[in-house]
């Protein structure tokens, strides 16, 4: 019998900068849905507020804005998570929903998705 094992918390994470400073608290958007821990997260425009980062969309979330720490419920109300969202190294195959677009956004942030 095979066990899958989910992403763990900060599992992407290679390396960050001194103390909490790579870390931000952000607040999850109700609409998000479970996001797990790693997801690439946009922020909308109007509310400031993240979601999962989608480069097709047009609402400010089409630009990579950082990345989820921990996994997110789905819950029905906005929740507060953390994010890195600069000075940091992160391993791209630990990510979940990047893509070219969303990893030169990353890096004008300062984190570096390494292959």
């Known amino acids: 019998m095979a066990i899958t094992e989910a992403q763990r918390t900060g599992e992407f994470l290679v390396s960050e900068a001194s103390g909490t400073r790579s ?23 109007a509310s400031q507020k993240y979601v999962a980062y989608n480069n097709a969309a047009s609402d400010g979330s089409e630009v990579a804005a950082g990345i989820l720490y921990a996994a997110a419920p789905d819950v029905a109300v906005d929740q507060p998570a953390v994010a890195f ?30 292959a």
């Not at 952000?26 to 425009?45: Q, R, Y």
């Not at 195959?93 to 570096?112: H, V």
């Open 85 to 114: 969202v600069r000075d940091c190294e992160v391993a791209e195959m630990r990510l979940t929903g990047i893509d070219t677009p969303g990893k030169a956004d990353l890096l004008a942030l300062g984190i570096i998705v390494r």
């Open 23 to 45: 870390r931000e608290k952000v607040v999850i958007a109700a609409a998000a849905g479970a996001l797990v821990a790693g997801t690439v997260l946009g922020k909308i425009s």
